[in-house]
Structure formats: C-alpha cells, structure tokens
C-alpha cells in the first residue's frame, strides 16, 4: 500500500471562517447524526450523473465519500462527494457551469489543496472540489474502502461520532477536529499514515 504524506494541519478555525465564501454560516452547535440510510448511495449517483453533465470531461474523479458512504455507518445526513478536476484554482473551468444549475460555491481554501466546497441545488450535499494535489481525496477514498471492509473500526468511529453529537460545538469545523484523532488511528490501521 502506498504511504500517504502525513495530513496537512487541518485549517483552524480562524482559517476556516476566512475561507467562507458569502455571509456566515448559522451553526446552532448541535450535530445531527442520523441512523444509516439506503437512500444516501442514490442521492449520490442523481448529483454524480447531474455534476458529470454539467461538466463533462472536465470531471477527472467523482467519488461518494464521507459517512453517508459507508453502508451501516450512521452520519450527518448530507452526501459528502469529492470531484477532481485539472485545476481547482481555475475556477472559470467549472465554476460557473455549476453555480448556473444552481450550486452554492460556499468554501474557498487555496492553500489547503486546493479545496473548494459547494452546496447542492436541492440535495443537502457537501461537493469538495480538488486538483491535482490528491493527498486528502485519497485519504477520503482509503478511509471509505477500510471502513466498509473492516466493521470494527467503522464501529469505532460510529461511537465516537455518536459521543460527540452528545457535545455542543462552536462551529462545525470545531466538530470536525474532534474527530480527528479516531481518523488518523483508523488511517494508521489502514497503512495511509
């Protein structure tokens, strides 16, 4: 198994929020996890074959990642997908065609590879867009594949989100570093660090 380079430092929250695209985000500090649902997998092919369309070659990857992925996994109920495209940074290559079908460029984060997210038109989704710099989209896709193949880790980290949703939290992002520590142990088992 090839040896991903060790996580870049995941932004801060100060970082974050400077990332944000159009005006603040409401965040009630609650986080919402809900049990698996068999809808989740075709709510992401309906965005993949909508975003394909839209973009055509230009999609050089389109993958479901995230918790809403992992058959039995429990999750936030947004479809997280990852798109790669030749140059995220070029905006004009994608941008508009996605926002004219009614997606919300809502993440702008240049020196965290590249990274630039968006909400769906009519599906709670989180598309993550990145270039060539694949490091965190293959760390996205190897914790996907281990988790399906290895229930006790995806028990793991079923736990620890379920802990935290116990929890109230400044900011999403906030929530997202808490679980930090149980990815990078899953990652490790993987062979990915």
Do not use: C
């Not at 649902?37 to 990857?61: S, T």
């Not at 293959?138 to 594949?145: K, V």
Request: negative net charge; hydrophobic residues 40%.
């Amino acid at each position: 198994m090839v040896k991903l380079p060790e996580f870049a430092d995941p932004p801060s929250a100060e970082e974050s929020a400077a990332a944000q695209v159009g005006p603040p985000k409401f965040f009630s500090g609650a986080v919402t996890i809900a049990e698996y649902d068999p809808e989740w997998p075709k709510l992401y092919e309906r965005e993949a074959e909508r975003i394909r369309a839209l973009l055509g070659d230009k999609v050089l990857l389109l993958e479901h990642v995230g918790s809403t992925s992992v058959p039995g996994l429990p999750a936030k109920p947004i479809i997280d997908i990852d798109l790669q495209v030749a140059d995220s940074a070029d905006e004009d290559a994608y941008v508009p065609q996605l926002t004219a079908a009614g997606y919300v460029l809502i993440v702008r984060e240049p020196d965290w590879y590249g990274h630039r997210a968006f909400k769906g038109p009519d599906t709670n989704i989180n598309l993550h867009v990145f270039g060539t710099q694949l490091d965190e989209l293959e760390r996205h896709l190897l914790l996907r594949d281990w988790m399906r193949e290895h229930p006790e880790d995806r028990d793991l980290y079923r736990d620890t989100k379920l802990e935290l949703a116990q929890r109230t939290f400044a900011s999403i992002h906030e929530y997202s570093n808490a679980k930090t520590q149980v990815v990078v142990e899953i990652l490790r088992r993987a062979g990915a660090v």
